[in-house]
Structures are given as C-alpha cells and as structure tokens.
C-alpha cells in the first residue's frame, strides 16, 4: 500500500539527506494547517514539529508517495525521538510527517524557529 509523506526537513529537496526517499514520487509542494510549531533540535540537526493548541503556523513542505519499503528505510533513518503522526495540509488532506516530541524540545530549550519560512529557509539563513 503506498503511503503519503510530509517532508519538511533535511530529506527535503536539495537537502543533505534526500537520499533516504530512494527515490520516491514527488507529488508536490504542501503546507500544513496554522496547528504546528518548528524548532531547530541540537543546535541545527535536525527539524523538531510538533502539533499545538493555538498560536500554530503552516509549516511548508514536499508531499512523497512511497512503497512501504522506502517507508520503512526512512524510518530507519530518521533521528532519535522523531515518531510518524498524521498531519493536516493546506489542500484539506492529511499525510504522515515525523513529528519530534515537544516535551523534549522544552527540556533542552531548542530554539522555536517556526517565523523562519521552514527549514530549508532557516539552513540557508
């Protein structure tokens, strides 16, 4: 069964770790629903989202379909912590995004990043 994927991170296109799609269909450009903060996790490793209650914003991103064994390898590579949740896009769909526990993004103090414009937007600042 193919899977859609909410890519808004180093997996992303023209980022360093795009590879681990193997490949898979590109279906577009997408932006989450206003419901989700970003946050730069260990100083710039990787994107942390996470859903929130209020004082959310749309967080730009690539949507992929993908076989379940491209999905599993990217589960595989994926940092730890980072867990598969559904998200809410723009166009009235939902695809699967890895979301970053937010608990552990306010122990550590990570910076919130979310006005950036994404994360390719905050690599390239």
Avoid at 12 to 20: A, E, I
Avoid at 85 to 113: C, F, K, R
Wanted: with cysteine.
């Amino acid at each position: 069964m193919m899977k859609h994927i909410f890519i808004c991170g180093s997996a992303l296109r023209g980022q360093p770790d795009h590879q681990n799609l193997q490949g898979a269909k590109f279906l577009g450009a997408a932006k989450t629903l206003p419901k989700y903060r970003l946050h730069s996790v260990k100083d710039g490793w990787h994107p942390g989202i996470y859903q929130v209650e209020s004082n959310g914003i749309s967080i730009p991103g690539e949507v992929y379909e993908m076989t379940e064994s491209q999905y599993e390898y990217l589960l595989a590579n994926e940092p730890p912590h980072m867990y598969p949740a559904t998200v809410y896009l723009e166009n009235s769909s939902e695809a699967i995004a890895m979301l970053y526990p937010q608990e552990l993004i306010e122990q550590h103090g990570w910076e919130d990043i979310s006005e950036f414009g994404g994360w390719a937007a905050y690599k390239s600042s």
